[in-house]
Each structure stands twice: as structure tokens, then as C-alpha cells.
């Protein structure tokens, strides 16, 4: 298991500027334990509360960019609908995330081989058009997103020695 190490002053300081900051502490320091790689190897040395934050970390910033196309379509749709993610969410607390994940991936079963194929920008663009199955769910992410990063964010603060070691 690779250790991974926060500075309690950088965690207080990114506390006081608020749940996004808090959370980016963990995040930035699980990514340079990995040297910045997500993948098998290197998610053989993370425990499952690690993986699963780096988890809503990419579902989080690729749906409020481009929704859950632009997650599928840049290739995390298998990290997130093939993985206990959604059972992780409501184990943490997130049970309508959870819900939304869950009810999200019979469209990721259906779609993902288009979506995920290579396309021009302007066929990645008609995918909006053509799936309007998805709109629902960035929608529900979109308007829930502060309260699912603030559940988040209680439970990583409840459970900090799961996410790493807190250095004086």
C-alpha cells in the first residue's frame, strides 16, 4: 500500500475555504502518491475509500463540464458504472447518488459502445442530441452536486485515517 501524507496546516487552511479545497487536499495527495497514474497498478496500492474518492472526483468534474456523455465518451464510464461505485455512494451515506448512478447505468449499458467510440467533434456533439436519456441524470448531478460534495466531504473528515496520514 502506498502511504499517502497531508499536512495538517495545508488541511486546515483548504477546511476554512470550504468543502471543494477540503477535498482537493486528499485528491491531490492520493493523485501524487500514484505519481498522477490511475490504473490497475496503481489502484492495487489504494484502499477502496481512496479509489472511490478519486471516483466522485472525476464523475464530479466531467459531468459538470459535459454531463455523463463527456464521462463516457472520455473513457471513465467503465471506472464508474463497472466498479461498486454506486454501492460505495450509498454505503458512505449518498443514497440518491447512489440511486442516480444505479438508474444512470442501464443508459451507460446501453450506449457506451457509441459513445465511446472515436468520433469528429461534431458527431460527439450530435451524441447529446441523440441520448436525450442523459439529460435527466446531469441535470439531477448538476442541481445536487454541492450537497453530494458536502456529504463527501463529512465522511472523509469522519473517516480521515481511510484517506491518509495527517502529518504535524
Not at 23 to 31: E, G, H, R, T, Y
Not at 122 to 147: G, S
Request: proline share 1%; glycine share 6%; aromatic share 14%.
Amino acid at each position: 500500500m502506498i502511504e499517502v501524507k497531508v499536512k495538517d496546516e495545508l488541511l486546515q487552511s483548504a477546511a476554512q475555504k470550504g468543502m471543494d479545497e477540503f477535498l482537493s487536499v486528499f485528491v491531490d495527495a492520493i493523485n501524487n502518491a500514484i505519481g498522477g497514474q490511475l490504473n490497475a497498478e496503481t489502484m492495487a496500492e489504494l484502499n477502496a475509500d481512496q479509489i472511490t474518492l478519486l471516483a466522485y472526483n472525476i464523475l464530479r468534474d466531467e459531468v459538470m463540464d459535459g454531463g455523463f456523455v463527456q464521462l463516457i465518451y472520455n473513457g471513465y464510464g467503465a471506472f464508474i458504472f463497472k466498479n461498486p461505485f454506486a454501492r460505495a455512494m450509498k454505503e458512505w451515506g449518498l443514497a440518491d447518488l447512489g440511486k442516480l448512478i444505479s438508474k444512470c447505468h442501464k443508459y451507460y449499458g446501453k450506449y457506451h459502445d457509441m459513445i465511446e467510440r472515436e468520433q469528429t467533434d461534431e458527431e460527439f456533439m450530435a451524441l447529446y442530441e441523440q441520448m436525450p436519456e442523459f439529460d435527466d441524470f446531469d441535470d439531477e448531478f448538476v442541481l445536487n452536486e454541492e450537497t453530494f460534495t458536502t456529504q463527501i466531504a463529512y465522511y472523509v473528515d469522519e473517516h480521515i485515517e481511510r484517506f491518509a496520514t495527517i502529518e504535524k
